[in-house]
T-cell receptor, first 114, second 114 residues
């Protein structure tokens, strides 16, 4: 257990509304990641962070933004949710006592956009 | 670019049967290789890993050997249990763009019946 929590665990929202998902870790890991999981695609990286206020885009970043103002929190924001963003979102961590190449995952947030 | 291909599921087995889930990869350089497992309603858990050619990763009766000559990392277990029913993801990690990038296969669902 790498001490990762995600909130909320489930959310239903309407098209066009903003949504923020939170990832919280308790063990000072340097790297944090947001993925989305969709059938037939495995997991795809949305954004990642390599330190406080240091973030960069992954392969499916359009429509998403992130922020990391504290080591322990990494927020994912959908500025204006669309139905194509219905998915399960996973946060992951690495570094800071773990090998940089080993990632450990949170329990996930199931988001439904209606 | 780097990629991971794993056999499509679902794989359906009887308890105590032998399991093989095939995984092949394409990568430049020398990636680390992983198998993750996802039980229903949960996040991904790291099952085993191998960091260089000919390494064998093992955990909970599962094994996989890093075969550079065939670019493969097949998952095996000698005798599956009902509790092994889950989705299994093969993944590779390579250093690219300043961070360790994790690339996943699409996942293989395993169903074990008593």
């Amino acid at each position: 257990d790498a001490g990762i929590t995600q909130s909320p665990r489930h959310k239903v929202t309407e098209t066009g509304t903003p949504v923020t998902l939170r990832c919280h870790q308790t063990e000072n890991h340097r790297y944090m990641y947001w993925y989305r999981q969709d059938p037939g695609h495995g997991l795809r990286l949305i954004h990642y962070s390599y330190g406080v206020k240091d973030t960069d885009k992954g392969e499916v970043s359009d429509g998403y933004s992130v922020s990391r103002s504290k080591t322990e929190d990494f927020l994912l924001t959908l500025e204006s949710a669309t139905s194509s963003q219905t998915s399960v979102y996973f946060c992951a961590i690495s570094g800071g006592g773990l090998a940089d190449y080993e990632q450990y995952f949170g329990p996930g947030t199931r988001l439904t956009v209606t | 670019g780097d990629s991971v291909t794993q056999m499509e599921g679902p794989v359906t087995l009887s308890e105590e049967a032998f399991l093989t889930i095939n995984c092949t990869y394409t990568a430049t350089g020398y990636p680390s290789l992983f198998w993750y497992v996802q039980y229903p309603g949960e996040g991904l858990q790291l099952l085993l890993k191998a960091t260089k050619a000919d390494d064998k990763g093992s955990n909970k009766g599962f094994e996989a050997t890093y075969r550079k000559e065939t670019t493969s990392f097949h998952l095996e277990k000698g005798s599956v249990q009902v509790s092994d029913s889950a989705v299994y993801f093969c993944a590779l990690s390579s250093f690219s763009g300043g961070y360790n990038k994790l690339i996943f296969g699409a996942g293989t669902r395993l169903a074990v019946h008593p």
